[in-house]
């Protein structure tokens, strides 16, 4: 009978297939004293079929398999455990209900199951995680089946646990269901066997096994509780390769067995060992477990341990390992889950959580993750009962200068640490004027010829954008008068002075764009300006000769600023050096450096005072008129007037000796329109009273 079952099982025809395995399954039931003996000679048939094409003959041979074994030969199960695991793969719901049916039923029925309860039970347990339900379900009620026999079997070694099963001393998931203690016993006694072969599939080649495993991993793990503690460098090694993986499914899965460690693993054993990973190398996958496991943590448990999580995210080596988005988003959760489970406690590490927040704003352009920092160091604040973030930066914001001011001699383009300073002023907003005497000493530093060049860019476009907004930055407390000429005299100019190379050509315009920026901000006075004078013009005015368009226009912005700030307090020396340097942007390539040279020599009109002898100085004002007329002859009409306007200003200096120029030059003009109108001005009552 047995070999004639050996021939059909693998007939070629489909229907002779399922026949022959009912009649298999019927045989070994009818004759259960001898088919023992000779049902390990239908396996290998039953195996060689199981892959079939048809789906009815896969579920026929998956059936009859079960029962073969059921009666017959209980050490056939290893031979056919690895064929029934790939049906679990089945596109077929029918086939993978029947190997949930068969696996369930040896579990209940198969006489030396104890044997094979570490083989089976993962097989069983994976249909708990089943697409559909009714597997899911059909897994589930099998499962608990087989947990309350073997309670009720071992009944007598479970008497103490039975008493107090309904205790828990754990943070348990909301709104999960504990398994019964049959069902978690059994996964106890048989966990150390198991995990080594999920730890193994979860890292697989094939992606849909790493997902059965990711699935199989959590389920093992909520059964499991307490004493997932003993294997804990093993299940760590494991999610540290898993939260890698580039199926989202797998890493999800990943971190929800994380977060399961976390509810049931006392934190002063996780955090041990995961800490100490990321000390030794962190990765995006160690803050991804690390992050996980704090959520599935109490605030409770972790009170004693935040100064340590604290510390450990705020190592240079764990903020500051990598520019990556995702790294930093990692990052970047774990901060925000913190805040989230601890809340109120984070007060005693918001001083690390706020380092760590910074670099990641010193190290991304990203912008979205930008505003999610942003939205964090809020929370962070909030935690702290601020109304915003500038009370976190008020309260930290001299420590926050001195952590980064401890390596400033040391900073070059790729160090960190000027980022993080830069982010810090930046972010700080109207904290800064409260902070002036630590800020500047780390500025003047950065500022020094010798430092690194990329540096100091970086650094002059900041401080180019607090001077723009200085009444809600640097001068927010009124203080930063006093700083005025140190800034000046230590920072602008030793960067204004020139050398050689394309950088430092760019280092000039930064410094000639901060100086506007200074001057644009309305915060030097009169006497500072002249004080200053001497050090800043001659600087100014060598900036006028730049290639640079950008430098040469600022320049001359600049110098009409600085005029405008002396009025009338300058000597006629010092007037009389200024105005040739003008005289020569005009005939600049740009026309926006010929206006503002332009605009800078009507200001300069309006700066000489009584003490310029017009009679001594005949020759200069002579020249000046005569540079400032070739101009009126201009061929665009927009630069005319400019120069009309000039003229107009400059005419009360000598409206004589102006007329007189005028008249020698306007037969030359192309049309003699701007000249009359100025002549017209001068003899004006007003013009000439002024």
Same mark, same amino acid.
């Given at each position: @009978?047995?070999?004639?079952l050996?021939?059909? !099982?693998?007939?070629?025809?489909?229907?002779?297939?399922?026949?022959?395995?009912? $009649?298999?399954?019927?045989?070994a039931?009818?004759?259960?004293?001898?088919?023992?003996?000779?049902?390990?000679?239908?396996?290998?048939?039953?195996?060689?079929?199981?892959?079939?094409?048809? #789906?009815?003959? /896969?579920?026929?041979?998956?059936?009859?398999?079960?029962?073969?074994?059921?009666?017959?030969?209980?050490?056939?199960?290893?031979?056919?455990?690895?064929? &029934?695991?790939?049906?679990?793969?089945?596109?077929?719901?029918?086939?993978?209900?029947?190997?949930?049916?068969?696996?369930? #039923?040896?579990?209940?029925?198969?006489?030396?199951?104890?044997?094979?309860?570490?083989?089976l039970i993962?097989?069983?347990? #994976?249909?708990?995680?089943?697409?559909?339900?009714?597997?899911r379900?059909l897994? =589930?009620d099998?499962?608990?089946?087989?947990? +309350?026999?073997?309670?009720?079997?071992?009944?007598?070694?479970?008497?103490?646990?039975?008493?107090?099963?309904?205790?828990?001393?754990?943070?348990?998931?909301?709104?999960?269901?504990?398994?019964?203690?049959?069902?978690?016993?059994?996964?106890?006694?048989?966990?150390?066997?198991? +995990?080594?072969?999920?730890?193994?599939?979860?890292?697989?080649?094939?992606?849909?096994t790493?997902?059965?495993?990711?699935?199989?991993?959590i389920?093992?793990?909520?059964?499991?509780?307490?004493?997932?503690?003993?294997h @804990?460098? +093993?299940?760590?090694?494991? &999610?540290?390769?898993?939260?890698?993986?580039?199926?989202?499914?797998?890493?999800?899965?990943?971190v929800?067995?994380?977060?399961?460690?976390?509810?049931?693993v006392?934190?002063?054993? =996780?955090?041990?060992?995961?800490?100490t990973?990321?000390?030794?190398?962190?990765?995006?996958?160690?803050?991804?477990?690390?992050?996980?496991?704090?959520?599935?943590?109490?605030?409770?448990?972790?009170?004693?341990?935040?100064?340590?999580?604290?510390a450990?995210?705020?190592?240079?080596?764990? $903020?500051?390992?990598?520019a990556?988005?995702?790294?930093?988003?990692?990052? &970047?959760?774990?901060?925000?889950? &913190?805040?989230?489970?601890?809340? /109120?406690?984070?007060?005693?590490?918001n001083?690390?959580?706020?380092?760590?927040?910074?670099t990641?704003?010193?190290?991304t352009?990203? /912008?979205?993750?930008?505003?999610?920092?942003?939205?964090?160091?809020? =929370?962070?604040?909030?935690?702290?009962?601020?109304?915003?973030?500038?009370?976190?930066?008020?309260l930290?914001?001299?420590?926050?200068?001195?952590?980064?001011?401890?390596?400033?001699?040391?900073w070059?383009?790729?160090?960190?640490?000027?980022?993080q300073?830069?982010?810090?002023?930046?972010?700080?907003?109207?904290?800064?004027?409260d902070?002036?005497?630590?800020?500047?000493?780390?500025?003047?530093?950065?500022?020094?010829?010798?430092?690194?060049?990329?540096? /100091?860019?970086?650094?002059?476009?900041?401080?180019?954008?607090?001077?723009?907004?200085?009444?809600?930055?640097?001068? *927010?407390?009124?203080?930063? *008068?006093?700083?005025?000429?140190?800034?000046?005299?230590?920072?602008?100019v030793?960067?204004?002075?020139?050398?050689?190379?394309?950088?430092?050509?760019a280092?000039?315009?930064?410094?000639?764009s901060?100086?506007?920026?200074?001057?644009?901000?309305?915060?030097?006075?009169?006497?500072?300006?002249?004080?200053l004078?001497?050090?800043? @013009?001659?600087?100014? !005015?060598?900036?006028?000769?730049?290639?640079?368009k950008?430098?040469?226009?600022?320049?001359?912005?600049?110098?009409?600023?600085?005029?405008?700030?002396?009025?009338?307090?300058?000597?006629?020396?010092?007037?009389?050096?200024?105005?040739?340097?003008?005289?020569?942007?005009?005939?600049?390539?740009?026309?926006?450096?010929?206006?503002?040279?332009?605009r800078?020599?009507?200001?300069?009109?309006?700066?000489?005072?009584?003490?310029?002898?017009? +009679?001594?100085?005949? *020759?200069?004002?002579?020249?000046?008129?005569?540079?400032?007329?070739?101009?009126?002859?201009?061929?665009?009409?927009?630069?005319?007037?400019?120069?009309?306007?000039?003229?107009?200003?400059? #005419?009360?200096?000598?409206?004589?000796?102006?007329?007189?120029? !005028?008249?020698?030059?306007?037969?030359?003009?192309?049309?003699?329109?701007?000249?009359e109108?100025?002549?017209?001005?001068?003899?004006?009552?007003?013009?000439?009273? =002024?």
């Amino acid at each position: @009978m047995v070999k004639i079952l050996q021939r059909t !099982i693998v007939d070629p025809f489909p229907d002779v297939k399922k026949k022959s395995c009912e $009649c298999a399954a019927k045989y070994a039931k009818l004759t259960p004293e001898t088919f023992h003996m000779q049902s390990e000679s239908l396996i290998k048939p039953l195996m060689q079929t199981i892959s079939h094409q048809h #789906s009815k003959v /896969r579920v026929a041979v998956v059936r009859a398999t079960g029962t073969v074994i059921q009666y017959g030969n209980g050490k056939s199960v290893d031979d056919v455990l690895s064929h &029934l695991a790939q049906r679990l793969f089945d596109d077929a719901p029918l086939v993978r209900q029947a190997v949930t049916e068969v696996v369930g #039923s040896w579990l209940l029925d198969l006489r030396d199951r104890y044997s094979f309860f570490h083989k089976l039970i993962p097989l069983l347990l #994976s249909s708990c995680s089943d697409e559909i339900a009714q597997i899911r379900e059909l897994a =589930s009620d099998y499962w608990r089946k087989v947990g +309350l026999q073997w309670q009720q079997e071992n009944e007598e070694d479970l008497k103490d646990k039975l008493d107090w099963s309904a205790e828990l001393s754990v943070h348990y998931p909301v709104g999960a269901e504990r398994p019964g203690l049959g069902c978690r016993e059994l996964m106890f006694r048989n966990l150390f066997k198991i +995990l080594p072969a999920v730890s193994r599939d979860i890292t697989d080649w094939v992606p849909a096994t790493r997902v059965k495993a990711s699935d199989l991993l959590i389920i093992l793990l909520f059964h499991a509780e307490d004493h997932i503690t003993q294997h @804990m460098e +093993l299940l760590l090694s494991t &999610l540290y390769r898993s939260c890698s993986d580039e199926e989202k499914t797998v890493v999800q899965n990943s971190v929800k067995a994380a977060e399961l460690i976390g509810t049931f693993v006392e934190p002063e054993v =996780s955090l041990k060992l995961i800490l100490t990973a990321i000390e030794k190398s962190a990765c995006t996958a160690h803050l991804m477990v690390l992050g996980a496991v704090i959520r599935g943590s109490s605030a409770q448990a972790l009170h004693p341990h935040l100064v340590t999580i604290g510390a450990a995210l705020a190592l240079p080596d764990t $903020c500051e390992v990598s520019a990556k988005v995702e790294y930093l988003e990692q990052l &970047l959760l774990c901060v925000q889950i &913190l805040i989230t489970v601890c809340g /109120r406690q984070c007060s005693e590490i918001n001083l690390p959580l706020l380092k760590v927040l910074v670099t990641i704003l010193s190290m991304t352009s990203d /912008r979205e993750l930008e505003n999610k920092v942003e939205k964090t160091v809020a =929370s962070l604040a909030a935690a702290e009962d601020f109304e915003n973030s500038l009370g976190l930066y008020r309260l930290h914001i001299r420590q926050l200068i001195e952590w980064v001011a401890n390596t400033q001699h040391e900073w070059t383009k790729y160090s960190v640490q000027h980022l993080q300073f830069e982010t810090i002023i930046t972010q700080s907003g109207p904290v800064l004027g409260d902070s002036l005497d630590v800020v500047f000493p780390v500025l003047i530093n950065c500022f020094q010829p010798s430092k690194d060049p990329e540096v /100091r860019l970086k650094l002059f476009t900041v401080l180019s954008k607090l001077l723009l907004n200085a009444n809600e930055t640097l001068n *927010s407390q009124g203080r930063f *008068s006093s700083y005025l000429e140190t800034l000046v005299r230590d920072i602008l100019v030793p960067n204004l002075l020139w050398h050689a190379g394309r950088t430092a050509a760019a280092i000039r315009t930064t410094a000639v764009s901060c100086l506007w920026a200074l001057l644009h901000s309305k915060m030097i006075t009169p006497e500072q300006a002249l004080g200053l004078y001497e050090d800043l @013009m001659p600087k100014v !005015i060598a900036a006028l000769d730049e290639d640079s368009k950008m430098t040469r226009l600022l320049a001359c912005r600049a110098i009409g600023a600085i005029l405008k700030i002396c009025g009338n307090q300058l000597d006629p020396d010092q007037l009389n050096k200024l105005y040739p340097e003008l005289l020569k942007r005009l005939d600049d390539s740009l026309d926006d450096v010929r206006i503002a040279a332009g605009r800078a020599l009507s200001i300069w009109f309006q700066c000489v005072g009584n003490d310029y002898d017009r +009679l001594h100085y005949k *020759s200069h004002i002579e020249f000046l008129y005569r540079g400032l007329l070739v101009h009126l002859d201009d061929p665009e009409s927009g630069i005319q007037k400019v120069f009309l306007d000039v003229l107009k200003v400059g #005419s009360s200096l000598s409206p004589a000796l102006l007329t007189q120029e !005028i008249e020698a030059v306007k037969h030359k003009h192309r049309s003699p329109y701007y000249c009359e109108q100025l002549l017209r001005h001068i003899q004006e009552p007003s013009g000439v009273a =002024s």
